[in-house]
């Protein structure tokens, strides 16, 4: 278990940490010779059970409230102290008010320098303390009258915490492993060191894990967790780790940095969340007003964009978007605070909705209903909620990230509710039966209007049928609708073309014969640089417009492609030139104009033709002046 301190300066935090482990968490030279706490300090102590209980001591000063809240985030239980002689004072209340924002409601209070009250005094503060906890989580906490200069009432206190451990559950060590950063250093002979609290997972000696938001990969050399040299360190330590990685720089690491497990490292500068005010706030939060944000052991610049209506009030909760400065891993359910941009008072609290959100559309009908379903806090009911709402599917490797649950819950869940997953690169995308259905009776639907207004055409391909039907469908989970259709006879495949069952075209007798006997042969001769349209028509001594009308029928048909104006090529030549792109794709990254002219033996202008066509169709997209080539591009050639 790691205990907090809290409570207002001057009122014996440090030394009743003291009295409780005999360590004096104040390490800092500063701090000694003035007396007072600057920084978050640290002490440890053996249980019974040989667990150890960590204490997080934390600063008093009202200009230092950053610093608490750096500590904060990571504590089981609050110790909030009160000195007997002042009372409740402002960063008593300032800290009481960030505890129930975070949401951390297990603790008690310990009346210190109770040697400098009577009993009249001691009384009449009991009446107060209650009246200051009976609005917020730690209504019901035991209060201890202490003195850490004479020992009374410490061993009662050290008693109750050991019991508070002992009840208190252990964190689940399930998910990926996370610690956020609140110091760093370096020790001679060990090199960098980092320490926090981890709030997921398990780590050993040896792992590779990655800094975020720097993407900075690390290996764990060494691990103390609880102040323990150790094998492993599990969530709800305390843990020291020694990293080493490639070009590794302590000065590059800050307080608010996370490590954690490769796979959820994926950086975001906008978080929705679900905003709470409390009541006794002195003004609504507003649309887009700037913010200190306090995730993790972070302090990040935000802009608050208030997601329904303009404000969130006082007593009221919201959906919000959290636009950052810079970017910062964070994952579904990390709580935070808001302060103003003076840092000098608490606006609000929260809880992290989704970690990847979009800019655009946020405040879309569809997109708060994604929220509310997301702000369920069981993740198989909130999986069972936002389903009706994902029309384009819902990725579950994006989902088991974002509760940082294990991949192989997500696809038992998959399993269990009868649903629809299409694995892709990724990740397996999830459709509910109904969006399932209504995704291929919306593409039969577009392949008869097809069908319709082109009755010419044999039909059109994968990725112009998907551009039509779902554009916002990825490649991927089209084509497995696709290849389900052909399997079932919902649809023909003519490759490259799709078509409905009984929708032919056929050439005439005349054409047909022109097109075997003499066109193809002569397209075939050439295959990477046929002859032109015109030059056809003169060879064959036929009008030049018959010729034309006849390519543009055995395009339709998929025989040919109008790769450039008066340039057709066999689908056989088009399926060898997209295997040569490919082929250079994968060896060098990319496909530049140069070498694929040199593959195929052909001029600069033709080679450009060819791979601006397979731009169009969408099997490569071009940046600059390269051409990448879609790994899940849906044309068939073959």
Not at 138 to 163: C, I, K, N
Not at 367 to 375: E, T, V
Not at 445 to 450: D, K, N, P, Q
Request: net charge neutral; glycine share 8%.
């Amino acid at each position: 278990m790691i205990v907090g301190t809290a409570g207002h300066i001057d009122h014996g935090k440090t030394a009743l940490v003291k009295a409780l482990t005999g360590i004096d968490a104040d390490r800092l030279a500063e701090e000694q010779t003035r007396g007072i706490t600057l920084d978050l300090g640290y002490a440890y102590q053996r249980l019974a059970s040989g667990e150890v209980l960590g204490f997080v001591d934390v600063p008093g000063h009202e200009k230092l409230v950053h610093n608490m809240l750096a500590g904060a985030t990571g504590i089981d239980f609050v110790l909030l102290v009160i000195a007997a002689d002042d009372g409740p004072m402002p960063q008593t209340r300032e800290h009481l008010e960030i505890l129930e924002l975070l949401g951390l409601n297990r603790g008690a209070v310990a009346l210190t320098k109770i040697d400098l009250a009577d009993q009249a005094r001691l009384a009449a503060l009991q009446g107060e303390v209650r009246a200051l906890l009976a609005p917020t989580g730690l209504a019901q906490a035991p209060v201890f009258p202490v003195s850490a200069m004479t020992g009374a009432g410490v061993d009662a206190l050290r008693e109750h915490l050991h019991a508070a451990a002992a009840a208190i559950p252990p964190r689940p060590g399930t998910g990926r492993f996370r610690l956020a950063i609140d110091r760093r250093f370096t020790l001679r002979g060990a090199g960098t060191v980092v320490t926090g609290t981890a709030h997921a997972g398990q780590v050993r000696v040896g792992d590779e894990l990655v800094l975020s938001p720097s993407g900075q990969p690390v290996r764990v050399r060494g691990i103390h967790a609880q102040n323990r040299a150790a094998e492993t360190g599990i969530a709800g330590q305390r843990c020291a780790l020694n990293l080493t990685g490639p070009g590794l720089d302590k000065d590059a690491i800050a307080r608010g940095d996370w490590v954690i497990d490769p796979e959820l490292h994926r950086p975001s500068a906008r978080i929705d969340a679900r905003v709470h005010v409390p009541g006794d706030a002195p003004k609504p939060l507003r649309h887009w007003s700037p913010v200190h944000l306090h995730l993790g052991s972070a302090r990040l610049m935000a802009r608050v964009a208030v997601l329904e209506g303009d404000a969130i009030e006082p007593g009221t909760q919201g959906f919000a978007q959290l636009v950052l400065e810079n970017q910062t891993h964070a994952l579904r359910g990390d709580r935070f605070v808001l302060r103003d941009p003076s840092a000098r008072h608490n606006l609000a609290g929260g809880t992290v909705l989704d970690d990847r959100p979009p800019a655009r559309g946020r405040r879309r009908p569809a997109r708060i209903a994604l929220l509310r379903a997301l702000a369920v806090d069981d993740p198989t009911e909130a999986l069972a909620a936002m389903l009706p709402h994902a029309e384009r599917g819902l990725n579950l490797r994006d989902f088991t990230r974002m509760w940082n649950l294990d991949d192989s819950w997500a696809s038992a869940q998959a399993i269990s509710a009868g649903l629809r997953a299409v694995e892709t690169a990724a990740g397996p995308v999830a459709f509910a039966p109904e969006h399932w259905d209504a995704l291929r009776q919306r593409t039969l639907a577009m392949l008869a209007e097809e069908h319709q207004r082109h009755p010419e055409r044999l039909g059109p391909d994968r990725e112009r049928l998907r551009r039509r039907a779902a554009p916002r469908v990825e490649r991927p989970v089209f084509g497995a609708l696709l290849d389900e259709m052909t399997a079932a006879g919902d649809v023909v495949l003519n490759a490259p073309w799709i078509h409905l069952p009984g929708h032919q075209v056929t050439l005439a007798p005349t054409d047909e014969r022109i097109w075997l006997q003499d066109i193809r042969p002569m397209l075939g001769a050439r295959p990477f640089n046929p002859p032109r349209v015109r030059d056809i028509a003169r060879a064959l001594r036929l009008e030049e417009d018959r010729v034309r009308r006849l390519m543009r029928q055995l395009a339709g048909m998929g025989e040919v492609y109008k790769v450039a104006h008066d340039h057709y090529y066999t689908r056989a030549a088009v399926a060898d030139l997209a295997a040569i792109a490919r082929d250079l794709s994968e060896h060098e990254g990319k496909a530049l104009a140069a070498p694929f002219r040199d593959r195929i033996a052909t001029g600069r202008k033709v080679a450009i033709q060819i791979l601006e066509f397979f731009d169009r169709i969408g099997y490569s997209r071009r940046v600059g002046d390269e051409h990448r080539i879609f790994p899940d591009s849906l044309l068939k050639l073959r």
